[in-house]
Nanobody, 125 residues
């Protein structure tokens, strides 16, 4: 059974940092790219970052230079290190898995087969 479980969300002040974790089971990192998306109330789901099996990483424009995606293949875990957080980063953050290669990593409707339940990140001003 495929599962993705996010953790690490919480409440942080603007300018602070958080690191999210996505632990996955039921498949290997050799076959799937892992991405992070976020969704704020009333807004469309937004691509945050993606890491593919060859280590290639992608970032949304709004998080470039502030967020870093990484993986620990031995632990089937992908991390999202978030720094210089802003109130507009407030959202539910989801991790998702899609068969490699992911051609359009930000396309949440078509590229990803499996999703986690999400973890809330709230950034106060």
């Amino acid at each position: 059974e495929v599962q993705l479980v996010e953790s690490g969300g919480g409440l942080v002040q603007a300018g602070g940092s958080l690191t999210l974790s996505c632990v996955f089971t039921g498949f290997t990192f050799e076959d799937y790219a892992i991405a992070w998306f976020r969704q704020a109330p009333g807004k469309e789901r937004e691509g945050v970052s993606c890491i593919d099996v060859d280590g290639t990483s992608y970032y949304g424009d709004s998080v470039k230079g502030r967020f870093t995606i990484s993986s620990d293949n031995a632990k089937n875990t992908v991390f999202l290190q978030m720094t210089s957080l802003k109130p507009e980063d407030t959202a539910v953050y989801y991790c998702a898995a899609g068969r490699t290669p992911v051609l359009m990593w930000e396309s949440y409707k078509s590229e990803y087969d499996y999703w986690g339940q999400g973890t809330q990140v709230t950034v106060s001003s």
